[in-house]
């Protein structure tokens, strides 16, 4: 079969939306596409004939021989980027090929980005570069693996055209799988033109395609928001407990599905502290590791502000009930962020003062200096073992706060009343081993881009495939040396 036989076995529904919704038009062929990566695991979820891509990959990944089903399209949409509005963005450089419904029944887009220029590219070239392909390639499925609901990677091809950036850089095409591509920004398109029609389809198309149990809610959209309120908290908590920091959490950043979606600078943390910024863009460190649920909550502030004329006719109704589900954000964010940080000490049950003692242990860490991914995972060993403390207290630049943290944790681990062993199992399940420490994920992208030796990316890859296994714990698991330490990223595009 040639490339030109291809089909997927499209389902697609966001094409059938109206014209405004988005601009139909094919990627833009490049000379040389030749493939880096195939994700043959999730071709095998989403149903694909394996054999068959993996032979015409090249051509198909790079948009050069579309399968024939495909309905190539670019979508609309707005957004506010570090805080200020832009009425129009839009996919400038990404082609949403089709939607397709897995074998799990999940019906997800298939989107190739760095695909040319769209009518929405304003001055970019519409194309991305090696370096940062295979940082989200890489980053986002270790997260899946790490269990983050997140976009996730298909393939990368390289185009064998040159992207001009500060340095000329190898170009590359990464095909991106999301369960949706709406955004909160997505909805600000049609919300700042007036278009409530616009608004309406779009809210009645996303309960349909996310959120279906809101259907049948006495008012649906307020519903909808109290849903997607429900799901970002629950993301965001996710986050915080394995140390990633997105980076632009911008509202065209932020999916209406509750996955983590556009990985440009993000980065995670290594030694524990709040303030933590990589971005080189994010001067003032509006989004850090520790503003992530507010700026979370912000985001849902302006996606509650285009669905209010969809909650109540009345303007004052209408605000009370969605100030009401926004607010309601911190709450939500709150019990996931205690359940998440409950699991990492050893904590099935719920006492009052959990929460104090989760904060106690993160101000040692964080006046210790405490490799946030190392202190945890070797906490699980001390849970079981006694003589397993002075792993710990070696990576604690000061010990006095630890020292005063482990009789409390102990004695609340006691009334946890199951066997230490099974607390410590259970511990490793929910602290990962190794996680893309961006050192690693640096070195990896360097071999590849400048010596064109993928060797370094995929055995990083491979082993943030089992990320709570010790298998790999020896080659990755260190944080950085002073001199290996990573303290910017840049989003490259
Ligand atoms: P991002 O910072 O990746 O979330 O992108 C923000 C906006 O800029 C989106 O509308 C992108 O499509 C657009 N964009 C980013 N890079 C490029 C590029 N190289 N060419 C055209 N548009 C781009
Ligand atoms: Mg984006």
């Known amino acids: 079969m040639t490339a030109r036989q291809i089909q997927f076995g499209f389902n697609n529904s966001y094409r059938r939306l109206p014209d405004r919704f988005h601009a139909r038009l094919p990627p833009e062929p490049v000379a040389d596409p030749r493939l880096v990566a195939l994700n043959r695991p999730l071709a095998e979820v989403l149903g694909l004939d394996v054999e068959a891509i993996e032979l015409n990959a090249a051509m198909l990944f790079s948009g050069n021989a579309l399968p024939t089903d495909a309905e190539p399209l670019a979508a609309a949409y707005a957004g506010h980027q570090f805080g200020h509005f832009v009425p129009q963005l839009g996919d400038g450089r990404a082609i949403l090929i089709g939607e397709l419904i897995g074998r799990d029944g999940q019906r997800r887009d298939i989107q190739l980005k760095g695909s040319g220029q769209t009518p929405f590219s304003r001055r970019g070239d519409g194309r991305a570069a090696l370096g940062p392909v295979l940082r ?3 980053v986002s499925e270790a997260m899946h693996a790490l269990g983050v609901p997140t976009t996730r990677s298909l393939a990368v091809v390289t185009t064998g055209e ?3 950036r500060e340095d000329v850089l190898p170009g590359a095409v990464l095909t991106r799988v999301a369960a949706s ?6 909805f600000q398109y049609f919300a700042v033109r007036s278009d ?22 006495e008012r649906p959209t307020l519903a909808l928001l109290a849903a997607v309120a429900e799901r970002q908290a629950a993301l965001v908590a996710r986050w915080m407990g394995v140390g990633f920091i997105h980076g632009v959490m911008n509202t065209d950043n932020m999916a209406i599905s509750g996955e983590t979606i556009d990985y440009g600078p993000c980065a995670f943390m290594d030694a524990y502290d709040p303030a933590t910024v990589f971005s080189a863009i994010d001067q003032g460190g509006r989004y850090a590791y520790a503003n992530q649920p507010g700026i979370a909550q912000w985001n849902l502030a302006r996606f509650a502000e285009t669905l209010l004329p969809l909650i109540d006719p009345d303007g004052e109704t209408a605000m009370a009930l969605a100030t009401e589900a926004v607010e309601g ?3 939500r964010f709150e019990r996931h962020w205690l359940a998440v940080m409950r699991a990492k000490i050893g904590l099935a049950t719920a006492e009052p003062d959990d929460r ?3 904060l106690d242990l993160l101000k040692a860490m964080h006046a210790g200096s405490a490799d946030f991914t190392l202190a945890f ?12 403390r002075e792993p710990v207290r070696q990576i604690f630049a000061g010990t006095a706060g630890l020292d005063a943290w482990e009789p409390r944790w102990r004695a609340r681990l006691a009334r946890e009343g199951r066997p230490a062993r099974a607390i410590a199992a259970a511990m490793r399940l929910s602290n990962p081993a190794i996680i893309p420490r961006n050192h690693r994920v640096e070195q990896a992208l360097a071999a590849a881009v400048q010596h064109g030796d993928l060797m370094p990316f995929e055995a990083l890859f491979q082993a943030l495939q089992d990320p709570y296994s010790d298998d790999h714990a020896a080659a990755y698991a260190a944080p950085p040396l002073p001199s290996e330490r990573v303290c910017r990223t840049f989003c490259g595009t």
Do not use: M, S
């Open 181 to 186: 591509h709406v955004r909160v920004g997505t």
């Open 162 to 164: 040159p992207v001009y």
């Open 329 to 331: 954000f911190a709450d």
């Open 136 to 138: 989200e390639y890489l």
């Open 196 to 217: 409530r029609a616009g608004v309406q389809l779009l809210a009645d198309y996303v309960i349909r395609r996310h959120y279906p149990e809101v259907e049948d809610a």
């Open 377 to 388: 995972r070797r906490l699980c060993d001390w849970a079981a073992d006694d003589e397993a």
């Open 356 to 358: 104090a003692l989760v």
